[in-house]
């Protein structure tokens, strides 16, 4: 009797932990996502003003950030929207003129997100990446 109880016990405690899910997202994830954002800053933009809910506060769940959405079960970031990051002139005449406000995105800051379905990098200007590690991350994109 006291064997199965132990069987039941276990095994409670996993389906626990299992429908649970992940509280907040991963650590791993969230530093990434500030990389991001000081990326864009880096590039002359007010990263604050674009990504507000981006901050470092240890009690900030990324989960919630605007932009972002994560897996409920395991935490890992699954769709990022970095559409219009550089506060692009979406006239059209603007949008053809890439001899202006060309950018380098540093696709090797995406390597962390090992969950990503969904990127959306849409009116930025993106002229070209900057490699600096493999983006195996992205062989997941839908």
Not at 81 to 101: A, G, H, P
Request: charged letters at 25%; proline letters at 1%.
């Amino acid at each position: 009797m006291g064997r199965q109880f132990l069987k039941f016990l276990v095994l409670s405690v996993i389906l626990l932990v299992r429908f649970q899910g992940q509280e907040g997202c991963l650590e791993e994830e969230k530093k990434a996502l500030l990389e991001l954002k000081a990326f864009v800053k880096s590039d002359g933009y007010d990263a604050d003003l674009l990504l507000p809910s981006w901050v470092g506060d240890t009690h900030s769940n990324c989960c919630n950030w605007d932009r972002v959405t994560c897996n409920s079960t395991t935490g890992h970031v699954i769709e990022l929207s970095l559409s219009n990051t550089r506060q692009i002139d979406t006239d059209i005449e603007s949008m053809f003129d890439y001899s202006e406000n060309e950018w380098y995105f540093n696709i090797s800051l995406l390597q962390p997100f090992k969950e990503l379905r969904s990127l959306n990098l849409s009116y930025n200007k993106i002229s070209d990446w900057i490699q600096n590690q493999g983006v195996g991350s992205l062989l997941r994109l839908e």
